[in-house]
């Protein structure tokens, strides 16, 4: 459920009547959408500016994780849709931030950082992503990361579908060969016994299947800005982004 504040009716608005959505969504904190393919920098990108900024940080691919765990735990059969979008309404998810290190998460009370993390988890929230009852589930729960000063959302969908309305919107892209070299090397660090083959085949493959799903397919929002990282250090990226919210004022979206 959202969080609770006092609530006044935004200007532009009269009783009786409905605010307009530019009315509202400036009512609302701020918003900035970090969407992209899997390996393409948004989780490292996206915690940085949220640093930054001194604003929250939504991990909407960890729920995803926490939900695919979550049903794995239970031993449900993943391709059950309905089965899957009760785990998904249930499941309580919890971050606890840890300055310069990932956040710690928690799934039904247990801490599960490290188990998210891995290629089979990312593979499983990836299959349940593509079932609309387990989106539509976990809509309520990413919106109410929407808290003052502002929200980095990270994801696929969240300029499209979650915060369409947000004023800021980014899109990161790289190459499916750089992307795998990265997650390698992550992996790789985090002692993971993994193949540069390997990795490459799942990220083509995970590619066509979110580009491909019925519901929110991944793409970018038409007034996002694209910004490819291949080849590019980190740092570089993270200042375009911060330039990005700091030199345009939330514009007013009609």
């Not at 009760?86 to 919890?94: G, K, N």
């Not at 993994?194 to 929002?221: M, N």
């Amino acid at each position: 459920s959202m969080p609770a504040w006092n609530w006044l009716p935004p200007r532009g608005t009269e009783p009786g009547r409905a605010p307009t959505m530019a009315a509202m969504s400036a009512a609302l904190p701020a918003v900035l959408t970090i969407d992209g393919p899997s390996g393409s920098g948004k989780g490292t990108i996206s915690r940085a500016v949220a640093e930054q900024l001194g604003w929250h940080f939504l991990d909407s691919g960890a729920l995803y994780r926490a939900v695919g765990l979550a049903a794995s735990w239970s031993d449900l059969d993943l391709t059950d849709g309905d089965a899957v979008a009760r785990i998904a309404e249930t499941t309580e998810v919890r971050f606890v931030d840890r300055p310069g290190d990932d956040p710690q998460v928690y799934v039904n009370g247990v801490e599960a950082s490290a188990e998210l993390r891995t290629e089979t988890c990312g593979a499983t929230a990836s299959a349940i992503a593509a079932i609309p009852a387990v989106r539509a589930a976990l809509v309520e729960k990413q919106r109410s990361f929407r808290r003052p000063p502002g929200l980095v959302a990270d994801g696929r969908d969240m300029g499209t579908v979650i915060f369409a309305d947000a004023p800021y919107k980014v899109f990161l892209t790289a190459s499916a060969e750089e992307r795998a070299e990265r997650r390698y090397k992550q992996l790789k660090q985090k002692g993971m016994d993994v193949t540069l083959a390997a990795l490459l085949r799942e990220i083509l493959a995970r590619d066509a299947r979110d580009a491909q799903r019925p519901v929110a397919p991944l793409k970018p929002a038409p007034d996002a800005v694209l910004i490819d990282t291949s080849g590019t250090p980190i740092e570089t990226v993270v200042a375009r982004v911060l330039a990005l919210v700091r030199t345009h004022p939330a514009p007013v979206r009609a």
